[in-house]
């Protein structure tokens, strides 16, 4: 079992930058493949982006290449999203999922964190 926190969301404008933290606890966090998705009103969940075991590889929607960044670091159990050049359209909650490999997220979620873009 895995316990996902978000935090780091809010409100921001146009062309600001956030940074999401997701820390984990519970089994080994350098077992999972960690990634981010996002959920709008009334939209479905999409994928964000993804970083295997050991940060080797990482995969990104094609609307936050360039502008979003993932990162983990294992010694503290946490995942994070840089996120850069913010758009309106990023405005949704963000959760945090663990997971086999970066293409089978989803075996644990976090409970999301609302971020805003204002134009």
Do not use: H
């Amino acid at each position: 079992q895995v316990q996902l926190v978000e935090s780091g969301g809010g409100l921001v404008q146009a062309g600001d930058s956030l940074r999401l933290s997701c820390a984990a606890s519970g089994r080994t966090f350098s077992s999972y493949a960690m990634g981010w998705f996002r959920q709008a009103p009334g939209m479905e969940r999409e994928f964000v982006a993804g970083i295997s075991r050991f940060g080797s590889t990482t995969r990104y929607a094609d609307s936050v290449k360039g502008r979003f960044t993932i990162s983990r670091d294992n010694a503290a159990n946490t995942v994070y999203l840089q996120m850069n050049s913010l758009k309106p359209e990023d405005t949704a909650v963000y959760y945090c999922t663990a997971g086999s490999t970066t293409l089978k997220l989803g075996d644990y979620w976090g409970q999301g964190t609302q971020v805003t873009v204002s134009s």
